[in-house]
């Protein structure tokens, strides 16, 4: 049974790879303990994702905090989080025990860089 749970995870994985924009992802469980992270191009230190993984667990728990306070069920449940900055987009999405979080380029970033690439 656990192999078979692997093999989705990979395949899961191999799945967000193919998608346009994709940086990095990090699994995590609930605890914080970063269970499996790569990057694109550079790797990423392990200290990154540790740090990652405890930053978006405090936003998770927060965000759910926070919106089971302002609404009544069934709307006041978080699924996911969508963070977009500057630099690039982070979702993060808690299920059961364990929290994904991917990260990749903003596309409308990368949008506005082509523009300014053409009217230079």
């Known amino acids: 049974m656990q192999s078979n749970q692997v093999n989705e995870v990979e395949e899961m994985v191999k799945e967000l790879k193919k998608n ?3 940086k990095a992802y990090i699994i995590l469980n609930n605890d914080g303990i970063v269970i499996k992270w790569e990057q694109v191009d550079v790797p990423m ?9 405890h930053l978006v667990l405090d936003l998770c728990s927060k965000s759910k905090k926070h919106i089971r306070e302002l609404f009544d069920p069934p709307d006041n ?3 996911n989080i969508r963070l977009r900055t500057d630099d ?6 808690q299920h059961g025990h364990f929290t994904l979080i991917v990260i990749q380029e903003d596309p409308s970033m990368k949008a506005k860089t082509d ?3 053409e009217d230079m």
């Open 115 to 117: 523009d300014e690439e």
């Open 20 to 22: 346009i924009g994709f």
């Open 45 to 53: 230190p392990y200290e990154v994702a540790v740090q990652h993984a």
């Open 88 to 93: 690039y987009e982070l979702i993060a999405a």
């Open 77 to 79: 449940d978080v699924e």
